[in-house]
């Protein structure tokens, strides 16, 4: 299990990297075998369903549902939450996409991947900021119980308001295989290694729910792009205004809730917490539902987004001391070591 854990750090750390040559090998595939990728085509986007189960059921095994029924005790960062994750963000999305983005299946899948929060790496930059775990925790749950029900709502507006029809039922059987499903299974299976092996048994093989996240997470970025490589060399615009939006929606979110946090008086801990949920968003589960009920070019923007979402939260990582000193005062202890994420 040593191994698995050193290979679990190796990958987060070199996340970035691991995710840019993943996007090259699919890429350079995708524009030599071209015939290959429209003769396996129902083959790949199978493949895409697979990885995505594999990517989100290990998240799912992480998280402890018994914590939600406390988190009433602390509703001012769960309202928080939900209002920067459900209201806050669809509007700068709706926003965003009327000004910037023209291409009706890029604006729905920019959209559609706004509205999924829950990246693997929101409780990973949590705890290396010294973030409060047990909240992000909590939150991820909720937020994770809210997408089923708001987000069928969601994407049937946005796909009335482009005139691109979207199957609702489709689109229900989709939330329930990559949502409903890994929770059940990942809840299920959470229980039973905590019962034969107990809570120390647990965190021995956590590493390895960490690796099989972030490994399937990478091979589907290959296969998106080996189904579509093709279709970016044509919209290559497409994908510099797609990196140029998400670091301004990125950008705006981060130091509106480091604003907004401050004034309600949420403690450092839980706005870290909050801060890496509402910009980190679950890029697997969007472009799962994309490729089962919308098409392929819809998952581009999930794809992409990854990229500069860890960009600008490492760069949030490394200003942790100063955000500290923001919520705490300028005496505050600043204890946190250097990270390397």
């Known amino acids: 299990m040593k191994t698995i854990t050193k290979m679990a750090n190796h990958l987060r750390n070199q996340l970035l990297w691991y995710a840019l040559g993943a996007i090259f090998v699919g890429w350079v595939l995708g524009l030599l075998f071209p015939s290959f990728v429209k003769t396996h085509h129902a083959v790949l986007n199978t493949l895409v369903t697979v990885f995505v189960f594999f990517m989100i059921y290990p998240m799912m095994i992480n998280m402890d549902l018994s914590k939600i029924l406390g988190v009433m005790r602390k509703p001012k960062p769960i309202i928080a939450t939900i209002i920067y994750n459900f209201i806050i963000t669809p509007i700068l999305s709706l926003i965003i996409v009327f000004l910037f983005i023209h291409n009706k299946e890029i604006a729905l899948g920019f959209m559609l991947v706004m509205l999924i929060p829950g990246s693997s790496m929101s409780l990973g930059y949590t705890g290396i900021v010294e973030g409060s775990m047990e909240f992000a925790t909590v939150a991820m749950g909720i937020t994770f119980l809210l997408i089923p029900i708001l987000l069928p709502f969601f994407i049937h507006f946005l796909g009335t308001a482009y005139n691109v029809p979207v199957p609702l039922g489709l689109l229900l059987q989709t939330v329930i295989i990559v949502l409903i499903l890994p929770m059940i299974a990942g809840g299920l299976t959470r229980h039973g ?70 004034m309600l008086k949420i403690n450092y801990g839980d706005h870290m917490a909050i801060a890496f949920l509402s910009t980190g968003k679950n890029n697997g589960t969007a472009i799962a539902i994309a490729m089962l009920a919308f098409t392929p070019l819809v998952a581009i923007p999930a794809a992409i987004l990854p990229l500069f979402q860890i960009i600008f939260s490492i760069g949030y990582v490394y200003m942790a001391k100063t955000i500290r000193r923001f919520f705490n005062g300028p005496n505050a202890a600043a204890t946190i070591p250097p990270a390397n994420v």
């Open 193 to 262: 290694i905590v019962k034969f092996k107990g809570k120390e048994g647990f965190n021995k093989v956590k590493p390895l729910f960490s690796f099989t996240t972030l490994s399937t997470m990478l091979l589907m970025v290959a296969v998106i792009f080996m189904l579509k490589a093709t279709v970016l060399v044509k919209e290559w615009q497409t994908v510099i205004n797609l990196a140029l939006i998400t670091l301004v929606y990125l950008a705006i979110m981060f130091v509106l809730m480091t604003v907004v946090n401050k």
